[in-house]
């Protein structure tokens, strides 16, 4: 917004409107009060500037330069905020003029948000500024390209360096290499390497090479990356432990393990000491192809040498136990991991619950559960409702209540957790404390999912009061929410079991004034449920549809 510092600026403009051609003693522009400032302005910039603008924030710093700007576009977690704030500071500030940090403190926040056109368009300003740029900044842009899956621009935005007034060096073309793996681009990855020098200038070193391995581990081209490995040396690069690192990888995702293996031995006979990652992927192998042994051996071996297990290592050996079914050592890992201040995946700890559980433990579980509360990692919903359907799977309906409250204390249930136990309730017939979870549901903001209404339509039916499951049926539909395939059929069925059968037709009206219309399942249980004899059954969906046309003919009236 644009204020006067000291005059009316529709004033000015009547005034102005009136200039003439006359003599400066008959002029009104020379008697009006703004004359002594307007007199200095020479250009429509000046008198821009004699403006002020509403900063985007408050208060805005009145002594600004670069790095002051670059800590406040950083820390803004308001992208178009941060746009704003960059925007004001080149145009309206005084005395400020932006540098090669501050452009690449906004390209940088606008390349990882995927705002590609309002980044490019800096860069295109950035250029015509000649202002002198680094590499870095060529680096973070090709790399969210890759991280985006625009391949094609990764490469136009390395081919584009030099524009700047940058030369490209084997940084950038690695950053683009891994950029172009990322997206598969295997054969163009090695058409690149092969013309690096020619084309870029570009030198390529060890790092350039492990890539291109990558590249042909990736294709499952082993021989390619076997092949490039035996030509290191004449290109001048001494292989390292990530060289056979990567090597080893291709091994272990073809399943040769006998391959792996000399890899591996190799590493130590080269005097190598193999780190987490080697040991780890060497591990991820075995237990692949089924030899838990030989993964726990490997283990032992890489703790033998000093090596500290990192967060991939044991959820690579947590799983493997899991598969296995030996829960005991799967949870001495797990605890040996928090110990040591990782927090495990939730997908992990979901998949040890299902196993103590499975093995009659949930008490264990339950354990497992408040563990992670003492290590500060709290469960996430997916964890909370895998153990809150084995509690109410093993009639621990009062216990899957009390953690779903420690729960709530210090985390959102989502709608899985809230189905979860709502969907034991039902299952036990607890309709009462379904129907109060269900509201504090709805109180909190979280809409109940077709899920939630057949649970509930369940449960009523469960009980004998499937005429209240129609009930839910019309809420269903009146809240916006689609009854998926089971949600008829689990009414249908519900009406027979309980003896109400005439409700039947009611059901057939509410769901051919609907979207979906009834299915083919529910069809078979109304006719197979009516008519033992199936010779009939034309006979009967005749007799239904007449009895729904005529329900509906009775509702319009």
């Not at 996430?380 to 809150?388: C, E, K, R």
């Amino acid at each position: 917004m644009l204020r006067s510092r000291r005059f009316n600026l529709t004033t000015v403009i009547r005034a102005l409107s009136t200039v003439s051609t006359v003599s400066s003693a008959a002029d009104p522009f020379l008697s009006h009060p703004s004359h002594t400032h307007l007199s200095t302005i020479k250009s429509k910039d000046q008198l821009l500037k004699s403006y002020t603008v509403t900063p985007p924030i408050k208060p805005w710093p009145q002594n600004l330069y670069p790095k002051r700007l670059v800590s406040i576009i950083t820390s803004q977690q308001n992208l178009d905020l941060a746009l704003q704030i960059f925007h004001h500071a080149g145009k309206y500030h005084p005395n400020f003029y932006h540098n090669y940090d501050t452009y690449l403190a906004i390209i940088t926040k606008l390349a990882r948000a995927r705002a590609f056109d309002e980044m490019e368009s800096l860069l295109l300003e950035l250029k015509n500024l000649n202002v002198k740029c680094g590499e870095n900044l060529f680096i973070v842009v090709i790399r969210n390209y890759g991280i985006a899956s625009r391949p094609k621009k990764a490469l136009e935005m390395f081919l584009r360096i030099r524009e700047f007034g940058v030369e490209t060096s084997v940084r950038s073309f690695n950053t683009l290499l891994n950029a172009l793996i990322q997206n598969k681009q295997f054969k163009l990855v090695h058409l690149l390497f092969k013309n690096c020098k020619k084309k870029f200038g570009v030198v390529p070193n060890v790092f350039t090479c492990n890539i291109l391995l990558k590249g042909f581990c990736k294709s499952d081209d082993i021989e390619g990356a076997l092949k490039v490995l035996d030509e290191m040396p004449e290109m001048g690069m001494v292989p390292n432990v990530v060289t056979y690192t990567t090597i080893l990888g291709g091994f272990v995702s073809r399943g040769d393990m006998v391959g792996a293996k000399k890899v591996f031995d190799e590493i130590l006979d080269r005097g190598w000491i193999p780190d987490a990652t080697t040991y780890t992927i060497l591990m991820d192998g075995f237990c692949k192809v089924g030899k838990l042994i030989d993964a726990v051996k490997v283990m032992d071996e890489m703790e033998e040498n000093g090596v500290e297990p990192n967060d991939v290592t044991y959820g690579v050996m947590i799983e493997a136990f899991c598969l296995n079914k030996k829960s005991g050592e799967a949870g001495n890992l797990l605890e040996d991991m928090l110990e040591k201040k990782y927090v495990p995946e939730s997908v992990l700890c979901c998949k040890l619950i299902d196993l103590l559980c499975e093995e009659g433990k949930v008490e264990d579980a339950c354990e497992l559960w408040k563990k992670l509360l003492r290590k500060n990692v709290t469960p996430d919903n997916a964890i909370s409702s895998t153990l809150i359907y084995w509690l109410c799977k093993k009639d621990k309906i009062l216990e899957a209540k009390k953690l779903f409250d420690e729960f709530e204390k210090s985390s959102f249930p989502s709608v899985l957790t809230y189905n979860t136990l709502i969907a034991g309730m039902c299952e036990k017939g607890e309709l009462c404390e379904a129907g109060r979870l269900w509201d504090d549901m709805v109180e909190k903001g979280c809409s109940p999912n077709s899920f939630t209404y057949n649970m509930l339509i369940k449960g009523f039916c469960k009980v004998g009061k499937a005429k209240d499951g129609i009930r839910i049926l019309e809420e269903m539909l009146d809240k916006g929410c689609l009854p998926n395939k089971f949600t008829y059929s689990i009414l249908v069925e519900g009406l027979y079991d309980s003896g109400q059968e005439a409700e039947v037709s009611r059901v057939l009206a509410i769901a051919a004034s609907s979207v979906q219309g009834i299915d083919t399942d529910t069809w078979e249980i109304i006719v197979s449920r009516s008519f033992a004899n199936f010779d009939r059954k034309e006979e009967v969906i005749d007799r239904l549809l007449l009895d729904n046309n005529t329900e509906m003919s009775i509702t319009k009236g």
